[in-house]
């Protein structure tokens, strides 16, 4: 029974396991059916109490303002240009090249403008390093162009000032003899080291601290000392047939996770014919995407992390550098792992997150016993995207307590935020002689710094890259600055008294960096143009660790505490420098899908039968009191599988209380609860915390895998037995159809040696579905003949096991199609707007399960259930397989939504986009007006409808795009070719997970996927003939670990 | 009995009135409406209720009836005359419109029946009902109207009928009853019959009919903007360039070939031409001036102006004066401005001014700030290309005889029945030849090549499916 139970099903969360009578009876009514007075409890909301004279106020209004604004056609203008460029034409977008860079976050993209304004990120192909994929972040980026708290000229003491004002106080202030602290994150520019190199001579006392909030020292140090290069190496997660990562998220944050999971991608992609794939096994305590990716997981606690690298380095035949005692159970584990790591010799690969030297050591000497060395790993294009080490910012911060700094100038970090120092800065800085910040919005460090010199936004900048050794980046500006801002390279020019007829070129950078470029030797036009260029550029050392104290090599000890803390980098807002973007605070936490803030993951353990036991007993959406020490903080929680027991992970960089509208105050800051290791490191973890039990519910609580839930499995009670909806009438059930009694094919998976007999079942239950839903009413084999084999068939392909779930698509997919974000409010009443969700969904052993991602988004079907509920013919089938979304047509039934089985379809509860007309109607974000302003509009795609409120909405397999890709054919006069037409979920992902295409083109990728064997469709048994396959998850988890 | 008798035959005089009154002034709007398009529709709206250039004209013979006929006739005459005879309503007008509608045009040719055949027309187009489609022109409207007015006949001796009728039921009734009741009995009057609960609802859901027809209909024309046609900063003429000129449309709309937008052109676009061209067929310097003034292009010295951007305004003002002036001097062989030269400058140069600065954009220099003629609502996504190039349609298709216009006006009402109906008939061109045609719909294509098979619509590709527009 117990194997039973754990291993054959699968599951989305507590809820839906434990079978929660609230939950089940929510997904039975399908739709949420919450009474209004219910909704109005404790809400401030006054909107939503109507009175019948508010009705009749409101009825009378709206017929006059219609009438009036009914009256009078505006004039419009059109207002041409006095000198077209170029290279605009009106209407047609320009693509440009370019780099996304935030600290040592590194991406190759290409930047879509309209009429000269940035709308939207793209995957630079030509890129060896990033190739098409991107990040959720790098794809938001775009938005942050147009945030609100951007400043919009420099200040002096808060006030608004003048660049030349601004000069003259920093240059007053500064000679020859001044003590100056520069504060970084980690530079990638090599021209811009130059720079401060430059800077440097000027001044010689200038002190220049590098850090990264989620910092990679220790492991530089390892390997200044194992290789004698401070740098990370080059690593082939391809060519990698057992991968052991010691808590390194590396698909999701760890260093490069675009380039990695593009790389680790290709080695799990299964091939029916020949089913081969790599091994992936996570030690870690708290699920990350990363360890939810990964065949097996070993649970050891924060504090053990070192020791069970110790155990396994032991294991190797290495030397261990400290304790190797380990949980026993952990301990048989790696056994096993050393094992199959010796029989895969120089095919294998083994990383860790540790912040301690030591441990970083023991992985490159297990490294180097394998001969991974020059396989799977190399330091000879060595990876330059972590450099700082937090002892030098910790250097500097005493220096300014000791009051003997003049000046300080904060270059990029928030140094008064996202480190566990940011108080100790915040009391320092006040006995700084000047503070300068170069922040782009307003954040904690510009708060408390006389001047805020602000640079320009990525995507207004000059400047370049060397992300890897021999592979350089150039950013290009895509649009001329906003504000009055100037580049931070240009601003250091003229500080540190560059020659001043450089000055009067408008873009003094500019010419300094080509001229940099031309030294090396490089073609600066095609560099340009294609964003990236292999070569490299002199540059000097800037920032160097060799006046810090030396690293221990012994590693620390396991402690014996009952709960352990672990922080983690959120993939959403990173150390907080994201915070102010809604799209990211609005894209779910992929493994906890969750929204608009950081939740403390509890561990869930099953104790038979149905029951779980949660730590004490806290349930989603409770707050509990974090204790450690003093330090006291109150946090929601949400109940995790896969999370180690006796520990708690929380994600770090929320609670920011100096940032724009959309981010102030979401969730709970943190970083003061981080304590720094033996050498002064930080270490991502804590031991001996005490959380409470419940003191609290939170109002909101936006756990998006709850909603829109396609429903789950469930035992009939008469028998006892599962049930499939097919083989039992609707009537007899009583629980409705589309309710919880239904063996959905949702999610198919198998382990890799079960493939071929997966397959064949695979086979024989599609078959049997097939004779099935060929007795219909339906002439469907008309309209193939007639439609759909006619033109164009669209479809997509998803591969469940290259989807990693990291969230750059359904980014993407809100910029590409003008979704609307809608706060979290909203989102707890199950309102959120994306097209495009990633759900979730756990299986296997319920104490540590595998996890499955499955992109969902509408899957237009050719029997659609929606078209034929709609009573105004709103949506409709094209002879080109679209379900068809008419916005103008739509008089907001929502019946289109209720008969949707696959829950896609959204609905404009509020206008979001341009509430500003009636501000009555605006919606709030995080107690703000969002979006609804000229700049955050900017941001719009033109060629797509931005939708009113009122209206259903979906995704439109991205027609614009479509319609684009055939007329450009149609232009030439040629025929469509295959993978011209890219939806904007396949351009952003970095796995390469999403195909779309042409059914009738034989020839097409998407036809050569949907062959392969693993192909299946969601919910295929109610015969809707959705145009989306998926391709099965397979995973090569090792039972033997679980023994 | 007496009152009954009246009652019914004022009934029967209001029924035929009521038949004939929109019929009455038939004789002499159809000239109305000549004179009103060649004269006034620049600058007024055709549809007499809405303003465009000028103020909309329905219900001006009320507004004047203050005020002998002949103050009118007058002001449409000459409206400034009087003005500056200060007659009061043309104090009036001017204060009120004047400064967005500038001076009207003097029509002194105009004979009084002219003016009373144009207001019967205004009156006839104000308070007439809109018709569901409206054809293009007047050639079927005569034999309507009549087909009309037959209707309107029948329909009043159906009522007449009825009304006869019903009172003959009555007095039956009423004969029956006194046989049956004696002197009890009482006729139903017809007062008891129109004010019957039957009756009363059959007029309101009648009423109601009614109402909701036009509220549709009127609906469905909102934002509708056929026949638009406002004045523009320049008075540019499409006839000039592409009538008499031959210019080549997309030689200036360039867009229209490669983009959605056919693309206003950009003021360099005009400096191709008019560097060389600088005084106009039928304006001389008076608009040309106002390209030279928007991007700094200094006519006299023949080049552009360094710095233009910063230029003080009445640094401007100097050089293009100047320029008119030269210019004036030079086309009348004069040494020095006379008066009329001088005032020519100061107006041409008040126009420059007038025309490139407003509210918002209180500089000279910078781009013209067209009026859109060609409005479509945000949700529908049209792309020239696809017609232009891939269609190869002429642009007059859709714009009309742009070559003719001296004032350019939206032709087509831009409707979706409008877009719908030409893509159900339209034939795809070069279906045969296109390769992307070719080789996606291979049966189409197969049918073509083998003859069963003659032309494909739009249609048939999927051209009326709702989202190859709305997305």
């Not at chain 1, 150039?474 to 560059?498: H, M, N, V, Y």
């Not at chain 1, 720094?676 to 909101?700: I, R």
Request: aromatic share 8%; with cysteine; proline share 4%.
């Amino acid at each position: 029974m117990k194997d039973n139970q754990q291993k054959d099903q699968t599951w989305i969360g507590l809820k839906d396991i434990s079978k929660d009578p609230e939950y089940i009876a929510e997904v039975h009514s399908e739709f949420r059916d919450v009474p209004i007075s219910k909704l109005l409890v404790g809400h401030q909301n006054e909107s939503l109490t109507t009175s019948r004279r508010d009705f009749l106020k409101i009825l009378g209004f709206s017929v006059t303002a219609a009438s009036i604004a009914a009256c009078d056609a505006p004039v419009r203008r059109a207002i041409p240009y006095v000198h077209r460029p170029e290279e605009i034409v009106p209407g047609v977008p320009t693509y440009y090249a370019s780099t996304y860079v935030d600290g040592g976050d590194y991406c190759s993209i290409l930047v879509k403008t309209r009429e000269g304004r940035p709308i939207k990120i793209e995957g630079n192909s030509m890129s060896p390093i990033t190739g098409q994929g991107t990040s959720a972040r790098a794809q938001a980026h775009v938005l942050s162009l147009y945030d609100l708290s951007r400043f919009r000229q420099p200040l002096i003491d808060g006030a608004k000032s003048s660049w030349q004002e601004v000069d003259q106080l920093i240059v007053s202030k500064l000679n020859s003899g001044s003590k100056i602290g520069i504060i970084s994150r980690t530079i990638l520019s090599p021209t811009f080291k130059k720079i401060l190199a430059e800077f440097k001579t000027k001044y010689p006392n200038t002190q220049i601290a590098m850090y990264d909030p989620f910092s990679a020292a220790a492991q530089l140090a390892a390997n200044e000392k194992s290789y004698g290069i401070r740098a990370i190496p080059n690593y082939h997660f391809d060519q990698a047939e057992v991968i052991v990562s010691f808590n390194a998220d590396f698909l999701g944050t760890w260093i490069s996770p675009v380039e990695y999971s593009a790389d680790y991608i290709k080695n799990r992609k299964v091939d029916p014919k020949n089913p081969k794939m790599s091994w992936h096994v996570q030690i870690e305590n708290n699920m990350s995407l990363t360890g939810s990716n990964a065949d097996n997981r070993i649970l050891v606690k924060p504090s053990e992390q070192d020791a069970a690298i110790a155990y396994l380095c032991n294991a190797l035949g290495g030397t261990p550098l400290g304790s190797t005692s380990v949980n026993p159970e952990a301990a048989k584990a790696l056994d096993r792992v050393a094992t199959k790591l010796k029989a895969a010799g120089s095919k294998s690969l083994i990383v860790s997150a540790s912040n301690n030297m030591a441990a970083q050591l023991m992985v490159n000497q297990m490294n180097d016993i394998l001969g991974n060395l020059g396989t799977t790993l190399d330091m000879n294009t060595p990876s330059y995207q972590k450099q700082g080490d937090e002892r030098s910012l910790k250097k500097l911060i005493s220096d300014m307590e000791a009051g003997s700094m003049d000046a300080v100038f904060v270059l990029d970090g928030n140094p008064a935020f996202d480190n566990p120092w940011a108080g100790a800065f915040k009391t320092a800085a006040e006995k700084v002689g000047l503070m300068v910040s170069l922040a782009t919005a307003s954040d904690e460090t510009a708060e408390l710094s006389q001047v805020v010199a602000p640079k320009h936004h990525l995507l207004e900048s000059w400047g370049d890259a060397e992300p890897k050794k021999g592979f350089l980046s150039l950013i290009q500006p895509t649009i001329s600055p906003l504000f009055d801002t100037r580049q931070a390279e240009t601003s250091l020019l003229k500080w540190s008294g560059a020659a001043p007829e450089i000055f009067e070129d408008d873009q003094p950078y500019y010419n300094y960096l080509k001229q940099n470029w031309l030294q090396a030797g490089l073609d600066w036009d095609t560099s340009v143009h294609d964003g990236i260029a292999q070569g490299s550029i002199p540059s000097a050392e800037v920032f160097s660790t060799k006046a810090l104290p030396d690293l221990s090599t012994q590693s620390s000890t396991p402690l014996n505490a009952d709960l352990e803390l672990q922080f983690y980098e959120s993939i959403n807002i990173g150390s907080g420098q994201h915070a102010n973007n809604p799209w990211l605070q609005e894209m779910p936490d992929p493994v906890m899908r969750t929204v608009w803030g950081n939740y403390l993951s509890v561990p869930v353990t099953w104790s038979g039968g149905m029951d779980y036991d949660s730590f004490n007993d806290l349930k989603d959406g409770d707050f509990a009191e974090l204790t450690l020490g003093e330090n006291n903080k109150t946090v929601t929680v949400m109940n995790q599988f896969g999370q180690m027991p006796g520990t708690v992970g929380i994600a770090l960089g929320y609670g920011r209380r100096s940032v724009g509208a959309a981010g102030i105050n979401i969730g709970t800051n943190l970083y003061d609860m981080m304590t720094e290791g033996q050498d002064g490191l930080f270490q991502y973890f804590v031991a001996d915390v005490k959380l409470s039990g419940k003191v609290g519910k939170e109002k909101d609580i936006p756990a998006v895998q709850y909603h829109h839930s396609m429903g789950v499995t469930d035992i009939d009670p008469k028998t006892g037995k599962k049930v499939n909806v097919d083989e039992i009438t609707a009537p007899s059930i009583k629980k409705g159809y589309q309710g919880s009694l239904v063996d959905r094919s949702i999610i198919r998976r198998a382990n890799l040696e079960d493939v071929e007999t997966f397959i064949e079942e695979l086979h024989e239950e599609r078959a049997k579905f097939e004779k099935l839903n060929s007795k219909t009413l339906y002439p469907y084999e008309e309209y193939k003949e007639n439609y759909y084999e006619q033109g164009h068939h669209w479809g997509l392909a998803i591969d469940l096991n290259a989807c990693i779930g990291c969230g750059a698509c359904t980014v993407s997919c809100m910029a590409e199609n003008n979704v609307p974000v809608v706060g979290k409010r909203e989102v707890e009443r199950h309102h959120e707007m994306a097209w495009l969700r990633i759900d979730r969904y756990f299986y296997g052993d319920v104490n540590n399960p595998n996890t499955v991602y499955q992109p969902l988004m509408c899957q237009h079907c050719d029997n659609a259930p929606c078209e034929n509920v709609c009573p105004v013919a709103a949506t409709n089938h094209s002879s080109e397989g679209l379900n068809q979304m008419t916005y103008n047509r739509c008089i907001g039934t929502r019946y289109c939504a209720n008969n949707c089985p696959y829950k896609v379809r959204r609905f404009n509860w509020l206008d979001y986009t341009t509430a500003d007309l009636f501000p009555i109607n605006q919606p709030k974000l995080n107690g703000e007006i969002f979006g609804n302003d000229d700049l955050t509009r900017m941001v719009l795609n033109p060629d797509v409808t931005v939708r009113s409120r009122g209206v259903i909405e979906k995704c439109s397999f991205c027609v614009q795009r479509i319609q684009d890709g055939k007329l450009t054919a149609k232009k030439e006069g040629r025929a469509l070719k295959d993978g011209e037409i890219k939806s904007a979920c396949q351009t952003a992902c970095p796995t390469g997970a999403i195909v779309f295409g042409d059914f009738n083109n034989e020839e097409s990728e998407l036809v050569k996927n949907i062959h392969n064997g693993l192909t299946y469709q969601v919910l295929e048994e109610i015969n809707v003939r959705p145009s989306v396959n998926y391709s099965a998850k397979i995973i090569n988890r090792d039972h033997k670990l679980d023994a | 009995m007496s009152l009954n008798y009246i009652q019914r035959i004022s009934l029967c005089i209001i029924s035929f009135l009521f038949a004939f009154l929109l019929d009455l002034q038939a004789q002499d709007t159809a000239a109305g409406k000549n004179l009103f398009k060649a004269n006034c529709a620049a600058c007024h709206n055709k549809d007499m209720k809405s303003n465009m250039t000028g103020p909309a004209l329905g219900g001006v013979e009320e507004r004047w009836a203050e005020y002998p006929k002949e103050d009118l006739y007058a002001w449409i005459r000459n409206s400034q005359k009087q003005i500056s005879e200060g007659h009061p309503m043309a104090t009036q007008l001017w204060d009120e419109w004047g400064e967005k509608g500038g001076q009207m045009t003097s029509f002194p040719a105009l004979k009084d029946d002219d003016i009373a055949n144009m207001l019967a027309y205004i009156q006839q187009e104000f308070t007439k009902v809109p018709e569901a489609v409206e054809t293009v022109t007047s050639t079927g409207g005569q034999s309507k109207q009549k087909s009309n007015f037959i209707y309107y006949l029948l329909l009043g001796v159906l009522a007449i009928v009825a009304l006869v009728l019903s009172r003959v039921i009555s007095g039956l009734n009423y004969i029956q009853d006194v046989k049956e009741l004696g002197p009890n009995a009482k006729q139903r009057t017809l007062w008891d019959a129109l004010t019957n609960k039957g009756f009363v609802a059959l007029l309101l859901v009648g009423l109601m009919t009614f109402l909701g027809y036009q509220v549709v209909n009127r609906a469905m024309n909102l934002g509708r903007q056929q026949g638009y046609a406002p004045t523009q900063p320049i008075k540019f003429s499409h006839k000039v360039h592409a009538g008499d000129q031959q210019i080549d449309c997309k030689y200036c709309h360039d867009g229209a070939r490669r983009s959605k937008h056919s693309v206003i052109p950009a003021a360099n676009t005009c400096m191709n031409c008019h560097t060389a061209v600088t005084s106009g067929t039928t304006t001389g310097t008076a608009e040309i001036s106002k390209i030279y003034a928007s991007v700094g292009f200094d006519p006299v010295a023949g080049k552009y102006i360094e710095d233009y951007e910063n230029m003080e305004e009445d640094k401007i003002e100097e050089i293009y004066k100047a320029w008119i002036g030269a210019k004036y001097m030079e086309d009348n062989d004069l040494a020095s401005l006379d008066a009329k030269g001088e005032r020519i400058v100061r107006e041409q140069w008040r126009g420059i001014k007038n025309s490139l600065t407003n509210k918002q954009k209180t500089k000279i220099q910078g781009g013209i700030e067209w009026i859109r003629v060609h409005n479509l609502p945000d949700h529908v996504y049209f792309n020239h290309a696809q017609h232009v190039t891939v269609g190869k349609l002429e642009c007059q298709t859709c714009h009309g005889p742009v070559q003719e216009m001296e004032v350019l006006e939206q032709s087509a009402p831009l409707s979706m029945g409008w877009c719908i109906n030409c893509h159900r008939q339209t034939e795809v061109k070069g279906f045969a030849d296109n390769k992307y045609y070719a080789e996606s719909y291979i049966k189409m294509h197969e049918e073509m090549v083998n003859g069963t098979r003659k032309s494909v619509t739009v249609e048939e590709i999927g051209g009326t499916e709702c989202q190859k527009c709305h997305y």
